[in-house]
């Protein structure tokens, strides 16, 4: 199978998802299991007005991603960085992202039963 490790990069108490100085010895724990393949990291970054406050987060994940990989931890390559959802995905791709959410702007705001 193969998965992304959620990050909780921005340390968000309301978020889930790894830290970032667990993320490497999660991964090596995974590394060792013959039918999961970890092909990247995500994380949910805040909500902000300015999207630009994000940047730090995105790149913070992709440091980490650069940093694992150059480690060269046996069944271990990542490629995928999963970040950016609707409000803050340019910027997302900017610093990397290879795979974003934009269900909103797809499909609008979710209405939520009251």
């Not at 199978?1 to 990050?7: G, K, S």
């Not at 299991?33 to 990291?41: R, T």
């Not at 970054?45 to 440091?63: C, M, S």
């Amino acid at each position: 199978a193969n998965i992304l490790i959620e990050v909780n990069i921005a340390r968000e108490e309301s978020k889930f998802g790894l830290m970032p100085e667990e993320t490497e010895e999660t991964i090596r724990k995974i590394a060792v299991m013959p039918n999961i393949h970890v092909g990247g990291l995500m994380t949910i970054a805040p909500y902000v007005e300015d999207p630009e406050e994000n940047r730090v987060h995105f790149q913070n994940l992709r440091k980490l991603l650069v940093d694992i990989n150059g480690k060269n931890i046996d069944n271990i390559s990542m490629g995928e960085l999963s970040m950016g959802m609707t409000g803050d995905y340019e910027v997302a791709i900017e610093e990397g992202a290879t795979c974003i959410r934009v269900g909103t702007g797809i499909f609008g705001s979710r209405e939520y039963d009251k």
